[in-house]
């Protein structure tokens, strides 16, 4: 059973910078895709940034696009998100996302989830 831990999430003045990890945990066959998504109070969960289970350049949302960087470790089971220059419509709960395939995040059919992590910009 694959679970996955956000965590670095916090109140930050606009401009500030954040970086979020996400860990999973549990057997694959091989590393799983990875992205976050987040969500707004009122607003539909949407996707932010993907990388592959070996590194595959990661795609942007294009509202962070020059902003934010997805990463992952060389274990391949820990992605990052650094986030620069954040403003106060960046304030979301941010969710990790994993899955096999890269096309399923890309099509919002993400095996599993982690819990969220809370990302608060103050103007």
């Known amino acids: 059973q694959v679970q996955l831990l956000e965590s670095g999430g916090g109140l930050v003045p606009a401009g500030g910078s954040l970086r979020l990890s996400c860990t999973y945990s549990?057997?694959?066959?091989?590393?799983?895709?990875m992205a976050w998504f987040r969500q707004a109070p009122g607003q539909e969960r949407e996707f932010v940034a993907i990388i592959g289970g070996y590194g595959r350049t990661g795609d942007y949302a294009d509202s962070v696009k020059g902003r934010f960087t997805i990463s992952r470790t060389g274990t391949k089971n820990t992605i990052f998100l650094q986030m620069d220059n954040l403003a106060p419509e960046d304030t979301a709960v941010y969710y990790c996302?994993?899955?096999?395939?890269?096309?399923?995040?890309?099509?919002?059919?993400?095996?599993?989830w982690g819990q969220g992590t809370q990302v608060t910009v103050s103007s």
């Open positions: 996302a994993a899955d096999a395939t890269y096309q399923a995040i890309i099509e919002n059919r993400s095996t599993y």
């Open positions: 549990g057997r694959t066959i091989r590393p799983l895709a």
